[in-house]
C-alpha cells in the first residue's frame, strides 16, 4: 500500500484533468441548447473547439520542458492524456468545420484546403495528429520500438506550429492571443533544444577524455 501511494501521490490528477478538459465543451453544448453562442454560432463552436484543441497541444508539448526544469515527474504521467484530449478537441473541430460549415461537400471542403492558407495549415496539423493519437498506446511502442515511436512523436511540435499559423492568420487583426501561443511554443522548443545540446555534449564529454588519455 505505501509503494501504490508513492508510485500515485495524485490520484485525483488524471480525473482532475479530463474533468477540466471537458469544461469547455460542456460549455459550448449548454451555450448551443439556451441560444447565447451569438450572432455567428458556428464560427464560435469552430473557435472554441479549435482554441481548446491548441492550449490541451501546447500543455502536452509543456510536460517534458517541465520536468526538465522542475524535477517534478507528474507531468509526463499526463503528457498522453493531454495529447490525446487535444487530438479529440480536433477531431471536432474538423467535423464541426466539415458537418456544420461545409455540410459535408467534399468538393467545397478541398476547394476551401486549397484556396485558403489558414484552412490548409489546420487541416495538415490535425494530419499530422493523426498517427500520433494511434500510437498512443503501450503496445504501439512496443511494436515500433522506442526510438521509432518517439521521432514519430516529435511531430506533435510540428502540428503545434501548424495550429498556431492557423490561428494567427484566422485572426489576421488582433494578433495578441495567437502569438502568445506561438511565443510559448517557441519557449518549450528552445528548452527542448538546449536540454540536447546539453546531452550530446555530455555524451563526448567522456569520449574526448579517453582520447587525451590515449594521447598522454
Not at 471542403?109 to 503501450?138: C, E, H, M, N, Y
Not at 526510438?147 to 499559423?165: C, E, T
Request: aromatic share 10%; proline share 5%.
Amino acid at each position: 500500500m505505501g509503494t501504490a501511494a508513492r508510485s500515485l501521490p495524485f490520484p485525483w490528477l488524471k480525473p482532475g484533468v479530463l474533468v477540466g478538459a471537458m469544461a469547455p465543451l460542456v460549455s459550448l453544448v449548454a451555450r448551443a441548447a439556451t441560444g447565447t453562442l451569438g450572432a455567428d454560432p458556428i464560427a464560435e463552436c469552430l473557435n472554441q473547439l479549435g482554441l481548446a484543441a491548441l492550449i490541451l497541444l501546447v500543455a502536452s508539448l509543456a510536460c517534458t520542458p517541465l520536468k526538465t526544469i522542475t524535477g517534478w515527474t507528474w507531468p509526463i504521467r499526463i503528457r498522453k492524456e493531454l495529447g490525446l484530449l487535444a487530438f479529440f478537441y480536433a477531431l471536432l473541430h474538423v467535423s464541426a468545420y466539415s458537418g456544420l460549415d461545409q455540410s459535408f461537400d467534399v468538393r467545397a471542403i478541398l476547394a476551401d484546403v486549397i484556396k485558403r492558407k489558414f484552412i490548409f495549415f489546420g487541416f495538415a496539423a490535425f494530419v499530422l495528429l493523426i498517427p500520433l493519437a494511434a500510437t498512443s498506446t503501450q503496445a504501439a511502442v512496443r511494436r515500433l520500438g522506442f526510438r521509432r515511436w518517439k521521432r514519430i512523436h516529435r511531430l506533435a511540435y510540428l502540428a503545434a506550429s501548424l495550429g498556431a499559423l492557423h490561428f494567427i492568420w484566422r485572426v489576421k487583426k488582433d494578433l495578441r492571443e495567437p502569438m502568445l501561443y506561438a511565443i510559448a511554443l517557441a519557449a518549450l522548443l528552445l528548452v527542448r533544444a538546449v536540454t540536447y545540446a546539453r546531452a550530446r555534449l555530455a555524451d563526448r564529454a567522456p569520449a574526448a577524455a579517453s582520447i587525451r588519455d590515449g594521447l598522454a
